[in-house]
């Protein structure tokens, strides 16, 4: 950590660049902002020494508030509040504090291990099937690819019955979402709208 | 003060409660209105318990005492909103309808013609005496003057002098001094008449003057992480983005025709053509000239009917659609009457599913009583990143973007949204480099993510298109004044314009950032503004409508807490300014009266509307009409339900009838804090299924005593679409309301549960009706009727 910089600084700098990639060293309980006057409770070095600190926020409610993710060895182990956040001050409600959950949990042997409900495998399920398969990328990628241009090849519109240029094709529904980024839900709507021509497009804001 | 109507931040938003429990301590008040004594309610100095569906009774009884007791806001009233505009002589309102109520095509539709303002030319006629039996406020007087505190009473079913005290409290909110923070969320939304509800909500705060006030406004909580983000990206299906209106081929067959009929004359919207230009440049690129309408015609029209959720069921239903994306959603656990919508994906030929676990959407063909041999649907289903798994932004609430830095690879195979989506692209352009049914935008559509040495498309590149560019030197745009129409800009969702711009002024290298980045934690002015803590759409304002903050002089209506105020000689400003603090064209200080008329910049006629003269659906003021699902016939007239409910036929049509005795109970869907919507991360958290291991109802010690269930018993919660087995939960948290002399019992009930993950129970919502708001089709979750009985 650069000298002269305080933890709650820190996180400044993430808008920087070398985002979220510096090892937090020798923390102790010492409340690092508070300046020199107040005391410090040393109770020796914690166990989240050697976790990387990377700014992030909950996928939960609409609060959005602002998490500090430790990891180590590319796992979650656990998430607080961020302190400079005016939205939460520091704090996390239940699901905020649980959010490392879905990343890893503690095991019976009381280790932490990744959530064993995690989907980590492309999965397909056949008609009539009464199972998933594993897949990979490539072969659900250019599957997937097949039946959206069979679909949309069979039930484009390129004029409606008043002769009016409508271009859309109403048997392909795009429906989410409210639970990925911005950017993500930018370039889908983009795609299906701008692209294929859906019409069918909305989002659980409905639910 | 507070007034939170159809919402439990302390479960369902808990860091806005914590804002709202400091406040409380700074000696603020707070009201709760609800149909459960709900954690928040606990933490209230006025409960106001009301029978589901009853909101607008409650609020248009607090807007008549204001009236009657004169403890509305005057000179708000006066100058920032529509009460003095004449309405149309034609108009009139008669037992529960409104003029101009006519049959079309076998279908009830209002000819808003009698709902219009007076005009004289281009200019709207006014009486600003406000005596004129058609001016806006004589028409509203008289409309709310039929919910006195006992009429409301019989209709909510709350005690008389609960309902005084909590008029009588927020109308200390009408002082011009003092600001009224009115809070809702699904409560208000989830009704057949929701918009309206919503209305009612706004017309409460117009009449007390909280509009634009620090510490005021009408603040709906967001549910989801980015469920205000996605609204502003175009994921529903009537905007494009931003609340561009999707090109209708009944409305708009040609460019100029869209552009004529969405754009306004006056207010903001009247830069429409701006930005559709700008965002069509950011789609079709150079392949979009002035020439061809930037490829307008590339984009789909709809045909004049709804697609939301509930339509796109009734397609699926019917047949129509045969392929279907769904992404982070679940619907067979948030959807109403759930099971049948999860029988209705049985008519798809394939569906793609991504998500972090297994949900009840994806694994519809092997839920309770499904037999997978009969289903032909093909399932993909894709194994997406986490939060903290990605890079990108999303948006809260308050509208803030901070963006999200990536901690940790997304496990085994799992991939972000952004790489699924663009290798999705890819990969459909692959199958129609060969031709296929209009392949244009397909082949043509801006697509250049790809970098150098890394596998995940350049988000930079993504969050430059959605912020906006100068197409010629690529120069990043930190305002949408500066969008054209003339093609020479680039704009996916104009309303974000700003929050991918560096500040050249920023002397902070700490915040010389793109302003989403932002941690600044300064906050002068002292009012929770924090202007550098990333950053706020639109333009980084945190209070939109903030020219009401101060009177038509300019002084603040809050002397200690002023947020944008004229000293005598210019503007000063403690928050961005969404009106002109200087002539654009002489630079110099515009004075108060200049910026005092049209404070509702989105508005054409830019003042708060009491009357709505384009009118909703159902009417230009809300009116009390009974769930569609009702134990009671309505008190108020004799216009049982909202005539424009939306309705669906087939295996979505079923119902209980009025005052059915087989279903006597009204039930209400409620969230806890422990578990999230659908619950599809929520159950899968060892942590939190400790906390709230499974599905139940709560309902009062007197229905429990009458059907002999104690706490912990197994009940049978049924409805007319279905029935669903779950534990029984007795507290007076409900207890039986006296509507028409007669107790309702109510049953709150919970959702979050399906038959994936850790933690399994019933689907709450296979219970609820299939039956939509008028206006936007949300479903009416809130209010509808069950029975019980011991399993
Ligand atoms: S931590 Fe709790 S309050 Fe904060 S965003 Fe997450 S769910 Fe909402």
Redesign the pocket.
Known sequence: MKKGISRRDFFKYLGIGAAGTVFFEGISAKPAAAGENLPSYDVGPLKITKTKETSS?????????T?IVYSEDDKVVYIE?DPDSP??EG???????A?SDVYTIVDKNRQRVLNPGRLTEVLYRAPNSDKWEVKDWDWALSEIAKRVKKTRDETFEEKDENGVTVNRTMAICQMGSANVNNEEDYIINKLMRGGLGVVDLDHCARL | MFLIIGSNPAES????M?HIGIAKGKGAKIIVVDPRFTKTAAQADIYVPLRPGTDISFLYGLMNYAIENDLYQHEYVQNYTNASYLISPDYHFEDGLFSGLEEKDGKLVYNTASWAYQKDGDNIRKDPTLQDPQCVWQILKKHVSRYDIKTVSNVTGTPEDTLLEAYSTYCESGKPDVAGNLIYVLGITQHSYGTQNTRATCMVQLLLGNVGMPGGGVNPQRGQ?NVQGACDMGMLWNNITAYLAVPDATKHPTYQDYLDVTTPKTGYWSNTPKFVASLLKAWYGDKATRENDFCFDWLPKSDGKDHSHMSSYGSLEEGHIKGVFCWAENPSVAGPDASNEAKALEKADWMVCVDIFENETAAFWRRPGANPAEIDTEVFLLPAAHIYEKEGTRT?SARHIPWRWKAVEPPGQAKSDLWIADRLYKAIRKEYEDGGAFTDPILNITWDYDQQDNDEPDIEKIAIEINGYNIADGRVLGTFGDLKDDGSTACGVWVYTGYYYVDPQEQDPLLKVPATKRHGTEDKSGLNVYPKWTFVWPLNRRIVYNRCSADPAGRPWKKDKPLIYWDGAKWVTNDVPDFGIVNPVTKAPSPPEVTANAPFIMLPEGQGRFFNPSGLKEGPMPEHYEPVESPVKNPISSQQNNPMAMRWDGIFSKLAETGSEEFPYVATTVHY?EH?QTGVRTRNSPWLVELMPEQFATISPTLAANLGIKAGDDIIVSSARAEIKCKANVLPIVRPLIVNDSPVEIVSLPWHWGYTGLSQGDVGNNLTPFIGDANVAVPEYKAFLVNIRKA
Not at chain 1, 57 to 65: E, L, V
Not at chain 1, 91 to 97: D, F, N, Q, V, Y
Not at chain 2, 13 to 16: D, K, R, S, V
Request: proline share 7%.
């Open positions: 926020g909950c996928s939960y409610c609409g609060c959005g508030c998490t509040g939205i939460n704090a996390l409600c239940p699901k905020g504090t959010l | 938003h808990p860091m806005a914590r992480s809260n804090i999230y």
